[in-house]
């Protein structure tokens, strides 16, 4: 799951008053779902997630946008193909993974890595006169109609469905493939694009995408903390975590099918009488105290990193695959000292 970042700002100076606002403009080829971050009163505030289709811009903020630091954030749904797309900067909020969120608490997410983004900052001037606007753009350049092209030939392509080249331009393939998936779908025939269109379109991809992947699924009594070692090449590997998982829930660490026939798994189990790894393991790998991404082709110790036992896992030419963490999968807990006697 690596992680492209790419941020690219731009303000709008307008009239203040009733019409400030704060918006977000998607002219890029991927649906997203976007967050904020802004001060409240005396607290630091996280609010999401936004669905902006390709193309669409929205105002998600109708208060007057005040000079100073904002922080913002958005992905691409997972329904698109590949590693997951983000546009991020270096500081870490507080979000909820699903549905709508408004956080006046970013203590809510502490030592919960899987609740946390990293959002970019973005310093609104006294010049805006309260209206700004960020753009979420690619290396592409798109327009907002473009982008609208751009994005359903790419969704197109999620699904399996040749639509030409992902260059916004209504080419003939992508007028043929767009009239076929309306008939396909039972939309009213022709090819125009308009917001049913594409919601279609982003609901196949991501049911598409739900059934492929690699899942944890947590099957013990206390919570577990995992990681993973995926191939890079026949002799390198990487090391990610960490994904924290409640009891009985599941969580997908990597998106899309699978392409390698192997992968290394660890887990780890915090209980009030000590820290129980994951046994059986095959071989060491870097993992750290805070979350992690490393390559093995340098020692643990050079990257300041410790080193952990993760077990292989043969998954032969599968698309997807669940590993369930088990209470008998992790090392005994040691023993209770003996009672001091007066």
Same mark, same amino acid.
């Given at each position: 799951? &690596?992680?492209?970042?790419?941020?690219?700002?731009?303000?709008?100076?307008?009239?203040?008053?009733?019409?400030?606002?704060?918006?977000? =403009?998607?002219?890029?080829?991927?649906?997203?779902?976007?967050?904020?971050?802004?001060?409240?009163?005396?607290?630091?505030?996280?609010?999401?997630?936004?669905?902006?289709?390709?193309?669409?811009?929205?105002?998600?903020?109708?208060?007057?946008?005040?000079?100073?630091?904002?922080?913002? @954030?958005?992905?691409?749904?997972? *329904?698109?193909?590949?590693?997951?797309?983000?546009?991020?900067?270096?500081?870490?909020?507080?979000?909820?993974?699903?549905?709508?969120?408004?956080?006046?608490?970013?203590?809510?997410?502490?030592?919960?890595?899987?609740?946390?983004?990293?959002?970019?900052?973005?310093?609104?001037?006294?010049?805006?006169?309260?209206?700004?606007?960020?753009?979420?753009?690619?290396?592409?350049?798109?327009?907002? @109609?473009?982008?609208?092209?751009?994005?359903?030939?790419?969704?197109?392509?999620?699904?399996?469905?040749?639509?030409?080249?992902?260059?916004?331009?209504?080419?003939?393939?992508?007028?043929?493939?767009?009239?076929?998936? &309306?008939?396909?779908?039972?939309?009213?025939?022709?090819?125009?694009?308009?917001?049913?269109?594409?919601?279609?379109?982003?609901?196949?991809?991501?049911?598409?995408?739900?059934?492929?992947?690699?899942?944890?699924?947590?099957?013990?009594?206390?919570?577990?903390?995992?990681?993973?070692?995926?191939?890079?090449?026949?002799?390198?590997?990487?090391?990610?975590?960490?994904?924290?998982?409640?009891?009985?829930?599941?969580?997908?660490?990597?998106? *899309?099918?699978?392409?390698?026939?192997? @992968?290394?798994?660890?887990?780890?189990?915090?209980?009030?009488? *000590?820290?129980?790894?994951?046994? *059986?393991?095959?071989?060491?790998?870097?993992?750290?105290?805070?979350?992690?991404?490393?390559?093995?082709?340098?020692? =643990?110790?050079?990257?300041?990193? $410790?080193?952990?036992?993760?077990?292989?896992?043969?998954?032969?030419?599968?698309?997807?695959?669940?590993?369930?963490?088990?209470?008998?999968?992790?090392?005994?807990?040691?023993? $209770?000292?003996?009672?001091?006697?007066?």
């Amino acid at each position: 799951m &690596r992680l492209i970042l790419l941020s690219i700002l731009v303000f709008v100076a307008g009239a203040g008053g009733a019409s400030a606002k704060y918006s977000f =403009c998607n002219k890029s080829s991927y649906a997203l779902s976007a967050a904020i971050g802004y001060v409240d009163g005396d607290r630091l505030a996280t609010r999401g997630w936004w669905r902006l289709r390709p193309g669409q811009c929205k105002v998600v903020l109708t208060e007057q946008a005040k000079p100073g630091k904002y922080f913002v @954030y958005a992905e691409a749904i997972p *329904g698109h193909k590949g590693p997951l797309r983000t546009w991020s900067g270096d500081t870490a909020l507080c979000v909820e993974n699903n549905g709508f969120f408004n956080l006046r608490n970013q203590d809510v997410c502490r030592g919960d890595p899987m609740r946390q983004r990293k959002f970019f900052n973005v310093e609104v001037t006294e010049a805006a006169g309260g209206n700004w606007q960020t753009d979420f753009t690619e290396a592409s350049t798109y327009t907002v @109609y473009s982008a609208e092209v751009a994005g359903v030939q790419r969704l197109l392509s999620d699904i399996g469905i040749d639509a030409g080249a992902v260059d916004g331009a209504m080419g003939r393939e992508t007028q043929r493939a767009l009239a076929n998936y &309306r008939k396909e779908k039972g939309l009213p025939e022709g090819y125009n694009i308009d917001d049913e269109l594409i919601d279609a379109l982003i609901e196949d991809a991501n049911a598409r995408e739900a059934k492929l992947g690699f899942f944890y699924c947590n099957k013990t009594d206390n919570a577990v903390w995992s990681a993973i070692a995926e191939p890079e090449d026949e002799e390198s590997y990487r090391s990610k975590g960490w994904w924290k998982i409640e009891p009985g829930d599941c969580a997908k660490i990597i998106k *899309g099918s699978l392409e390698k026939d192997h @992968y290394y798994v660890y887990g780890l189990i915090e209980a009030p009488a *000590g820290d129980r790894s994951i046994a *059986g393991g095959d071989k060491s790998f870097c993992v750290n105290i805070v979350m992690f991404n490393a390559a093995n082709d340098l020692s =643990c110790a050079d990257q300041e990193l $410790e080193e952990a036992e993760f077990r292989r896992i043969e998954i032969g030419g599968a698309e997807s695959v669940t590993f369930d963490f088990t209470p008998e999968m992790f090392a005994a807990p040691p023993p $209770e000292a003996p009672a001091q006697t007066q």
